[in-house]
C-alpha cells in the first residue's frame, strides 16, 4: 500500500510569516496529487490538482508544486493570516484517493 | 447551490443498533466514495461507487455496507455498530474517476458508538 507522508505534522507560526509543508511519495505511478484545506468543522475544500513533474499552480498566496521523480510536492503559503489556519491534506490519486495524514497550520495574530 | 449533503451530522448510538448515514450530492456525479478519518490516520477510503449500481470495497470497509440505486444518493449502512466505528465519516464525489477530479466533500457525520 503507497504511504503518502506529510510534514511536520503541525506548525504555529505569526501573521505575516511565510511557510511551507512538504508531502512525500514513494511513486510517480499516478495520474495527479491533490491539495485540500480542511478547516475545523467543515469539509475539505481541493486547493490544487496537480498532473505533472514541475507542475506548478498558485491560487492567491498560496502555491504548490510537484516533483515525481524526487517523490515530493511543496506547498508555499506567503504571508500567512489567522483565516489560513486548517489542516492541509495532499492525496494522491491512482486507482483510489490516498491521503496523508495532514500539516496543521495555525497562524496567530 | 452545488453541495454534497450528509444526514444526520452528530449521531450518539448503542452497539448493535443499526443505522443508516445519507449522503446526497446535486451535481450529477457518477463517483461517490466514502471515507473515515480518525486521529494519527489519513481519511480512509470505505467504500466507493463508479456509477449507479456499481460499488465496491476501499480499504477499510468490514462492518459497513452501501447502496448506489440513484446517482444522486450513496447511503452508509452500519447494520451492527461497534465501538471501533466511533469516527468522523465523509462521503464525497466527483464526476467521475480516472483522470484526476477534484472530490467534493460533504460535511462530515460525527459518529460515536457505545
Known amino acids: 500500500i503507497l504511504n503518502v507522508e506529510q510534514s511536520p505534522q503541525s506548525l504555529h507560526v505569526q501573521e505575516g510569516d511565510s511557510t511551507n509543508f512538504t508531502c512525500s511519495f514513494p511513486s510517480s505511478n499516478f495520474y495527479a496529487l491533490h491539495w485540500y484545506r480542511w478547516e475545523t468543522a467543515k469539509s475539505p475544500e481541493a486547493l490544487f490538482v496537480m498532473t505533472l513533474n514541475g507542475d506548478e499552480k498558485k491560487k492567491g498566496r498560496i502555491s504548490a508544486t510537484l516533483n515525481t521523480k524526487e517523490g515530493y510536492s511543496y506547498l508555499y503559503i506567503k504571508g500567512s493570516q489567522p483565516e489560513d489556519s486548517a489542516t492541509y491534506l495532499c492525496a494522491l490519486y491512482t486507482d483510489k484517493l490516498i491521503f496523508g495524514t495532514g500539516t496543521r497550520l495555525q497562524v496567530f495574530p | 447551490e452545488a453541495q454534497v449533503t450528509q444526514n444526520p451530522r452528530y449521531l450518539i448510538t448503542v452497539t448493535g443498533k443499526k443505522l443508516t448515514v445519507t449522503c446526497s450530492q446535486n451535481m450529477n456525479h457518477e463517483y461517490m466514495s466514502w471515507y473515515r478519518q480518525d486521529p494519527g490516520l489519513g481519511l480512509r477510503q470505505i467504500y466507493y461507487s463508479m456509477n449507479v449500481e456499481v460499488t465496491d470495497k476501499g480499504d477499510v470497509p468490514e462492518g459497513y455496507k452501501v447502496s448506489r440505486k440513484e446517482k444522486r444518493n450513496f447511503p452508509l449502512i452500519l447494520e451492527s455498530p461497534s465501538p471501533n466505528q466511533t469516527s468522523l465519516y465523509f462521503c464525497?464525489?466527483?464526476?467521475?474517476w480516472g483522470t484526476g477530479e477534484t472530490q467534493y466533500f460533504g460535511p462530515g457525520t460525527r459518529l460515536l458508538v457505545l
Open positions: 464525497a464525489s466527483s464526476l467521475f
